[in-house]
């Protein structure tokens, strides 16, 4: 009987854990650090994605065994010098709340017809808490004026990925995880662990 290897998630986002877990589908046992109550919190002192993804997966590397992943993510808008950016989370001003990130993005973009922008990801592989490989994954498009669409999380119901006309939130997750940030360097993880790996 084939058993998937385990990937533990260096993430609390359910959302994240989501995505990620249907992408991967039966190739990966898919688990995060809420399954492990012993794993602190990682405090994102960073001033890069590539910077906090590797607080994150450094961290819960040095504590748990097996391959561990780290996402570091968000949205990087041209009218706004790439604000939110590392600050995605909070740009509203409370961790994690997607109501005030959205309602403070679209006060900041009132007025602005300069409306590019684009979601960013940057994953980093770690084991036995040394880096192994980081990856980087992006999706171009654009801020809309009203939130759009009831599906994902985050600014999903503010973004038109290019060559699309619906948001994330409208297209839904299948969808989504054709086009996504997250999946493009996803793929990037899934080729480096089936293909380069040297310590599979
Ligand atoms: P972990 O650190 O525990 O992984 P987090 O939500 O704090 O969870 P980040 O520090 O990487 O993760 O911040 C990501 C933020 O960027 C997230 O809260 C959203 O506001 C935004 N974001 C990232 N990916 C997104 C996506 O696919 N759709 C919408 N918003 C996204």
Redesign the pocket.
């Known amino acids: 009987m084939h058993v998937p290897p385990r990937l533990i998630l260096a993430?609390?986002?359910a959302h994240?854990t989501a995505e990620i877990r249907a992408m991967l589908g039966d190739r990966f046992e898919v688990l995060d650090v809420t399954a492990f109550p012993e794993c602190p919190h990682i405090e994102?002192t960073g001033t890069t994605f590539l910077e906090?993804a590797r607080l994150?997966a450094l961290g819960i590397s040095a504590r748990l065994d097996g391959w561990v992943l780290a996402?570091?993510?968000?949205?990087e808008v041209d009218a706004l010098d790439g604000a939110p950016g590392v600050g995605?989370?909070s740009y509203g001003g409370e961790e994690?709340n997607?109501v005030l990130?959205n309602l403070c993005l679209l006060v900041e973009m009132a007025g602005n017809p300069k409306r590019r922008a684009r979601?960013r990801?940057t994953m980093v592989l770690a084991r036995d808490g040394r880096e192994q490989a980081h990856f980087t994954g992006v999706v171009e498009g654009r801020i809309i004026h009203e939130a759009r669409g009831a599906h994902?999380?985050?600014?999903?119901p503010l973004?038109i990925p290019e060559g699309c006309d619906k948001t994330?939130a409208e297209l839904g997750e299948d969808v989504k995880n054709t086009l996504?940030?997250?999946s493009r360097a996803l793929a990037k993880v899934v080729g480096f662990l089936t293909n380069d790996c040297p310590a599979k």
């Open positions: 993430t609390r986002n994240k994102e906090n994150k996402d570091d993510s968000g949205l995605s989370s994690g997607d990130n979601f990801c994902g999380f985050g600014y999903d973004f994330f996504s940030h997250r």
